[in-house]
């Protein structure tokens, strides 16, 4: 049995390194943060091949005097708490003390310092943990932090960084994040000698424009709402600027980004009413409180954080965004769409179980998203006709298709108000939620297809184009072999624009850029592995939702019982993706008795 014996310090802090500094972009959250920390006014960013090569943060803060400047590589050395109670009112943004001694055990790191009353700056270096002693340097005011091959002695943590468009896309949106944050401070970042932003100390308006765009703010609204010691505010965006992807949802409390569970649900709460589910609301919201009330102190990045009156909080977030958005779309008069499911359906299927029609084999026979030029001329030649004639067709269609085969669907009558298909069967009136019916239809279509490993793909003869952030960019690069299986061919044309030049023929092109959009942020957001593994219904799911029939798109007679006929053949019809019934049968006695027919 071996002995327990105490790991050498180096070994430790390079432990702490996988925890604390798990890429580039972690480290340069730590050191501006440290700038901001610093009362820095100006902060320059400098980064090579993603920040793997080099990583480099200059400001005009503070400064470091000559004794402490070892002290700030070491571990568990800090200027931000000293005891117990300090730890629980933090009101830095660092205060843990093991960044800096991380980057120095895993990185060639360079750290230069001058204060306000210094005569000249002063240079300690750190290679392998080892501190040299401090030399003379030339620097103003402030404090320049310079990483170099991160993660060069421990080559096997190395292999799990990304490439360097992956890694740089990561640390610019971390580069965004804190300069959301504090617009008073002007902020610059270069990519191997290149600039990529240079922003001006502004007010937040400006700011949330200048990284977001001027359209985020033409949709825009602004939320304040303050009670004691409880302060929100920032801008949160109209449904009409929703987005597919959560990739522009910024929230700050006590100026520090986090994701936090609670936060989330209070705003999807205020949007659930006005935003379709499939869509992701865009803000920059902050939270101001006391301190001694929220733990930062739960996650080793300190993007977590546990409230002490969670509720509260939640209520407080809540009705604050809720009011802002209800008392502007009153002003602008605008109209939430009204969503057209039932909440208390009248009539239910008359089946206890679940239906089940049959094999799930045989192939759809329609395309409901080809030209309708046809179906709009039979129904001008209908009109034409009179008003009884399109039910009398369809009446007649019914009875034909009737005389060979019965089916427990039965046959389309028609649509009602471009949201429902009518048919009727043996038993009397189905009335059909035609885009949740369908969406069904191609989320079984998708799971069978992807675990079969036979996406059907459809070459595009005119690739669809948009544009894109370097996340997406690299995500694609990254993720080929994963973009392959689910069926789309994506490729970037430049820095700033993607192609789809091939996506799975069970989807509609119209939509092409949407599910590749989500698709890559899945692939971003969980990983390749994650995302087509645990997460595998969710994407299918979303995908299927794109490429469903959508509400007011009129469809002809054979395309709707074409939907009828898909529904009979596949798994678990009766309900769409999200649990919601497709269907409903009215029997011809409920009818008779609503009409008080034989009374």
Request: charged share 20%; proline share 5%; hydrophobic share 40%.
């Amino acid at each position: 049995m071996s002995s327990i014996q105490l790991l050498p310090d180096l070994l430790i802090n390079q432990i702490a390194a996988g925890e604390v500094i798990e890429r580039p972009a972690s480290a340069l959250k730590e050191l501006l943060e440290n700038s901001l920390d610093a009362g820095a006014t100006e902060i320059s960013v400098q980064l090579e091949s993603g920040g793997i090569k080099l990583l480099r943060v200059r400001d005009n803060g503070c400064g470091i005097d000559k004794v402490q400047l070892p002290l700030a590589l070491m571990r568990h050395a800090t200027s931000k708490i000293a005891s117990l109670d300090d730890l629980q009112r933090v009101a830095s943004m660092g205060f843990r003390g093991e960044a800096l001694a991380s980057m120095a055990a895993v990185a060639q790191v360079t750290l230069t310092s001058r204060t306000a009353d210094a005569a000249h700056a002063w240079q300690v270096e750190a290679i392998d943990g080892a501190l040299t002693e401090a030399a003379p340097s030339a620097h103003a005011t402030g404090t320049s932090f310079e990483m170099r091959e991160l993660y060069f002695n421990t080559p096997a943590r190395r292999k799990f960084l990304k490439s360097e468009n992956t890694e740089f896309a990561w640390c610019e949106e971390t580069f965004k994040r804190i300069a959301l944050s504090r617009p008073d401070v002007a902020f610059s970042l270069q990519h191997n000698g290149k600039s990529k932003w240079q922003l001006a100390s502004q007010d937040l308006p400006q700011r949330i424009n200048a990284i977001l765009g001027s359209e985020f703010g033409q949709y825009a609204v602004k939320v304040e709402r303050e009670i004691g010691p409880l302060h929100l505010y920032g801008i949160a965006a109209l449904p009409a600027y929703s987005r597919s992807t959560r990739d522009e949802q910024y929230f700050f409390v006590n100026g520090r980004f986090v994701r936090d569970k609670v936060l989330m649900h209070a705003v999807r709460l205020a949007y659930q009413d006005i935003l379709h589910h499939q869509r992701h609301p865009a803000f920059v919201l902050f939270l101001d409180m006391p301190p001694e009330q929220v733990d930062v102190n739960v996650h080793p990045a300190k993007s977590e954080v546990r409230f002490r009156e969670s509720q509260g909080i939640h209520q407080f977030v809540f009705h604050g965004l809720q009011d802002a958005l209800s008392a502007t779309m009153a002003d602008k008069g605008e109209t939430p769409a009204a969503s057209p499911r039932l909440e208390t359906p009248m009539f239910a299927p008359t089946q206890q179980q679940p239906m089940r029609f049959g094999a799930a084999e045989q192939q759809a026979t329609y395309r409901v998203w080809e030209s309708q030029s046809q179906t709009l001329g039979s129904r001008n030649d209908e009109h034409a006709r009179g008003d009884h004639e399109p039910l009398n067709s369809a009446r007649s269609s019914i009875q034909d298709t009737s005389s060979s085969h019965d089916h427990p669907l039965g046959y389309a009558l028609g649509q009602l108000s471009g949201i429902y298909i009518l048919a009727q069967n043996q038993q009397g009136l189905i009335v059909v939620d035609m885009h949740a019916a369908h969406e069904r239809i191609v989320y079984e279509r998708l799971k069978t297809a992807f675990d079969a490993q036979q996406m059907p793909t459809q070459p595009l003869l005119i690739p669809v184009t948009f544009g894109a952030d370097p996340l997406a960019i690299a995500t694609v690069e990254e993720e080929q072999e994963a973009l392959n299986k689910l069926g789309f061919d994506i490729a970037p044309i430049s820095t700033h624009t993607l192609a789809v030049r091939a996506m799975p023929a069970m989807l509609k092109q119209s939509h092409a850029e949407a599910a590749a959009r989500e698709v890559l942020h899945e692939l971003h957001e969980f990983g390749a592995s994650r995302a087509l593994t645990e997460r595998r219904n969710e994407l299918l799911a979303t995908l299927a939702c794109h490429s469903a029939v959508r509400a007011n798109q009129q469809l002809s007679l054979p395309e709707m019982n074409a939907i009828l006929r898909e529904m009979e053949q596949t798994e678990r019809a009766d309900q769409c993706n999200h649990g919601r019934p497709t269907w409903f049968q009215v029997t011809l006695a409920e009818l008779d008795a609503m009409f008080m027919r034989g009374q």
